[in-house]
Structure formats: C-alpha cells, structure tokens
C-alpha cells in the first residue's frame, strides 16, 4: 500500500485547507485511514480516523468542529478538511492507513503499517 499526502500549504488563521490522501496498491475500503500530525519537538499525534467498515468517524477533541475526515472510495482517496484553522495546528500532517486496527488503539501511530510522506501545514496568526 502506498500513500501519497498533498494539499498543505501556508493559511491565516481562521482560513482553511483540504488535505488529500490518495492511495495505491491493495489499500480497499474496509482499511482504517487516518490522520496525524507532529509539530516540531513534539510526538506524532492522531488528528481523525475513518473506519472503512460502517464509515465511522473519530476526531482528537482539540478539532471536533473543526476539521472533518470523509473518504472517496471510487477514487482510494481520504480527505481532511480543515475549517477555522488556529496556528497550533501547524504542524506536519501525515496519512495512514492499516486493514486492522481495534478501536482502543485507532489513536497509536504504532499501529498503522502504512504511512504517506506528509504535507506541512503552516498556520500564520
């Protein structure tokens, strides 16, 4: 499975952004896909996941409102749409994806297998 991240970018606050995920190879729509983030000097940090089974959704509390994670099956792709961006969310944003994963442990980067190469996120105040 390969993940290819796009759609980051520098924006105001109070601005918005989509981030796309498109993925490649035998990624279906029963994979877990999820977002994460990592600011410099911190520890990588889950942001939302869209279970493939039953299309359920989980968000971080610090951008329920905010930010909205949906899918495009036809196209392998998930999306992360960023509304009322704050400056602490700047950060790196990467995809993942994983065919099997618990609820407990949506939110631990250890247990996605398949990581994209990031997009950078800048949030100017």
């Known amino acids: 499975v390969q993940l290819q991240a796009s759609g980051g970018g520098l924006v105001q606050a109070g601005g918005s952004l989509r981030l796309s995920c498109a993925s490649s190879g035998r990624a279906s729509s029963r994979f877990t896909m999820a977002w994460f983030r990592q600011a410099p000097g911190k520890e990588r940090e889950f942001v939302a996941a869209?279970?493939?089974?039953?299309?359920?959704?989980y968000y971080t509390d610090s951008v329920k409102g905010r930010f909205t994670i949906s899918r495009d099956n036809t196209k392998n792709t998930v999306f992360l749409q960023m509304n009322s961006l704050k400056p602490e969310d700047t950060a790196v944003y990467y995809c993942?994806?994983?065919?099997?994963?618990?609820?407990?442990?949506?939110?631990?980067?250890?247990?996605?297998?398949?990581w994209g190469q990031g997009t950078q996120v800048t949030v100017s105040s």
């Open positions: 993942a994806a994983d065919q099997r994963i618990i609820l407990s442990s949506l939110s631990e980067p250890s247990s996605y297998d398949y």
């Open positions: 869209n279970r493939g089974s039953g299309g359920s959704t």
